[in-house]
């Protein structure tokens, strides 16, 4: 049981794992930084100061109840847009123009972070919606109930 419950532990760590310690801390740590890369989205600087405490507390707060099981569905679903709107606002692959012409280019790196953020958010979509139409459903019926990822429920033996 205990072994159970630990792999669904590390699971859920390993999705949250970028923005809970490294994206949310790297915010904290090199703010300067991340207010530089929120103006290139953001019409002026205090914009951006909400863009980056937003992000700060989407990263922190989604990313805990994941961990906790405390309404991940929505938590879940939060992340996954949250992950969507990056990929959109802070990797477009296609502004840059050299795709096609330069291997090394920028275009590449940004297609492949771009990928990444979409594929990230289908793994939260996974925990917002399971893996059924029962679990869809489920969703739909009480958006911020919890899963219970860490509970054990007894399986009838064939």
């Known amino acids: 049981m205990a ?30 930084g991340a207010l530089a890369q929120a103006r290139r989205a953001a019409p ?3 914009f951006a100061v909400v863009l ?3 992000g700060l507390g989407v990263e922190i707060g989604m990313s805990g109840a994941i961990l906790t099981g405390l309404a991940d569905r929505a ?8 992950c969507l709107v990056t ?5 477009p692959f296609w502004r840059p123009g050299d795709f096609w012409t330069n291997s090394q280019g920028v275009a590449r ?14 793994g939260f979509l996974l925990i917002t919606f399971g893996v059924t139409a029962t679990s869809v459903d489920s969703f739909f019926a009480a ?6 990822p860490y ?5 009838a033996a064939p």
């Open 52 to 54: 980056i405490l937003l």
């Open 44 to 46: 002026s600087e205090a």
């Open 87 to 91: 990929a959109v606002l802070w990797k």
């Open 3 to 32: 072994f159970s419950i630990a792999i669904a532990f590390v699971v859920r760590l390993l999705l949250v794992l970028l923005f809970l310690p490294f994206s949310a801390l790297d915010k904290i740590l090199n703010f300067r």
């Open 109 to 122: 790196g940004l297609f492949w972070d771009f990928w990444k953020n979409v594929a990230l958010a289908g």
């Open 143 to 148: 958006p911020l109930s919890s899963t219970h």
């Open 151 to 155: 509970g054990i429920t007894e399986v």
């Open 75 to 82: 938590a879940a679903l939060i992340l996954a847009g949250y």
